[in-house]
C-alpha cells in the first residue's frame, strides 16, 4: 500500500479530477462547504471559489494529498484551502502544485489556513514546479493551538520568472513549529516572506532557509520572529550564489515583546568553495556536476 | 601560484607499477607539484609539460585527468555538505567496493569529510581514490595523522591495491615509517621548488636529512643525477 491515502484532492485548471476520503474526513470543495459549513463560511474570502476545504476528525491511517494543476494555456486560478485537524491527531499532507508543461503563462494565486486543534501535529510538505512564464503568489497561515506541533517544508527547485510566497504560523501556548524553506532560483525572481508568531508561554520554533542563486536571479527573504510570549524560536538564513548577476538579500527580524523570549538567529551568504569544487573535479566530477552536486547537498 | 612560481626545473617520471616517494620541507612545493599534475585550475604551468602514458595533459581540466587514471589523496580534504561518503563512493566508483571494516562502516554513512578525524579524513581518502581504479596515485601525506596500527593497514591497502592493478604511486611525506613500509623504488627531495636529489636508496637519503638537513642534499652525492 504504498501510494495508499487517506484522503486526496485533485484539481487540474479549474475542474476537480479526483475528490475521496475516508471515514471520519470531510473533503469538500470550498465552494460547497462555504455554504455548507459554519466553519469554512468563516474563512470564506470573495472571488475565491476555488480550492479545498478538509476537516479531519478521525486519526487517518495514511496520508492526505492535494495537487493542484495547469495543463492549458493563459488559466488563472484563486484557489483558498483550509485544513482543520482535530485534537490529537497527527496527519502528513503532501501538497503538490503545478504546471504540467513549460509556456503556459499560468496565474496560480493560494490562500490557505490550516488548523491544528490542541496537541494536533502535522507534517505539511508543500512542493512547487512552475513554468519559467507563470506567475506566483501563496498566502498560507497555520494556527497551532495549544501543545500543537508542525513541521513544514517547502521546496522549489525550479521557481517561474516571478514568485511572492508567504507563510504565517502562529503558536500558542507549548505549541512549536519548524519550518523549512528550499529554493533554488535560476533566473527569477523570488520574494519569501516568513514570520513565526510565538503567542503563548513555551511555544517554540526555528526558520530555516536555503537559498541559491543564479542566472540573474534576485532574492529577498524576509524572515522575521514575533515573541510576544515566553518562548523560544530560531532563524536560520544560508543562500548560495552561483555567478555574479544574482543577488540574494537576507531581512531578518527578531521582534521582541516580552522579556522572558529568546530569540536567536545565524544568516550566510556565499559563494561555492573553490576548494570542494576542485576537490569534487579531481574524483571525476565534471565542474557542472560538480556544482549540482553541492548545490543539492546545501538544499538538502 | 598566483602569479607566483613555485615549482622549477622539474624533471620527475615514475614508471608503470612504480612507487616513488617525494620528500622535503615545508613548504617546498610538493603538495603543489601534486596539484600541478593532478591539474588543479589555479596551479598553471608556465613552461614544460606533463606527460601520462605517453600523452600531454598539460591542458586537461582535473576530471578528464581523472578519466585518464589519475588520482591524488588530499593532504587537508575539503568537508562536503549533504552528500554522504558512501552516496558519493557509489558516484564516483568504477567497481564494487566492499571494505569489511567497522570504521570504514560508520564513515560510510557520513557527510562527506564533516567532522571527519585527522586520521578518519584520510581513510576516506584512500577508499574514495582506490575507487577510481587510478594508474597513478599521488598520496600527499597519507600517513599524517594515522595511528600507527591504522598505518599499518592503509599501507597494507596501499600495497594490496596497487599491487593488484599495477598502478604506479607518488608518496609524498615527512616520516621514515612509511617509506620503510612501501620500499619506494625511487626517491626524490625537493627544495625550493626543485628536485635536487633522486636516490633509489631511501634509507641513505634519510639518513643524510636527519643527521644534516634538507639543506645538505644540495651538495651531497647521492642523486643518481649527480655521480
Ligand atoms: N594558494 C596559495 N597562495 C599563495 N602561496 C601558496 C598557495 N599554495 C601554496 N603556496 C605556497 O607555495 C609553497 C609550496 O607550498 P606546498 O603546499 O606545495 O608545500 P609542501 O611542500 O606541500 O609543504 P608541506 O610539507 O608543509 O605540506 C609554500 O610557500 C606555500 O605557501
Ligand atoms: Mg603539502
Known sequence: MKNAKSASYQYINHKIKEIYAQNGI?????????KKIPLAKRYAKKGRNEGYFMWVKKQPKFPLSSCVSVSSK????HVLNLLVVEKGIHVDMLSLCNALVENLNAT??????IILKEGASATFKSIHRWGKDDKLTTNYRFVLEKDAKLSYYYKSLSPPARMDIKTTVLCYEGAKADMEIVINASGSDVKTTDTLYLNGDNASGTIKSRIVVSNGSEAKVYSQIVGNAAGRGHLDCQGMLLDNESRVTFIPKLIDKNKDVTMTHEASIGKISEEELNYLRSRGL???EAIELIVNGFLR | MGGKPILRDLNLSIPKAKTHALIGPNGSG?????YTIMGIPKY???????LFNKKDVSLLPPEKRAKLGIAMTFQNPPEVKGVTLSEFMKRI???TFDYDDPIISRLMQRELNVGFSGGEKKISEIIQ?????PKLVIFDEIDSGLDINKLDRVVQLMREELEKTHASALVITHRPEILSKMKPDMTHVMLDGKIVCTSKNWRKVWDTVRRHSYEKCKECKLSIHKS
Open chain 1, 286 to 288: 565534471s565542474e557542472d
Open chain 1, 108 to 113: 496560480h494565486d493560494a490562500k490557505g489556513t
Open chain 2, 44 to 50: 598553471k604551468i608556465t613552461h614544460g609539460k606533463i
Open chain 2, 30 to 34: 610538493k603538495s603543489t607539484l601534486a
Open chain 2, 93 to 95: 566508483s568504477k567497481g
Open chain 1, 74 to 77: 493563459n488559466i488563472s486560478q
Open chain 1, 26 to 34: 470531510t473533503l469538500l470543495p470550498m465552494k460547497e462547504a462555504m
Open chain 2, 129 to 133: 581514490v582506490f575507487s577510481l581504479k
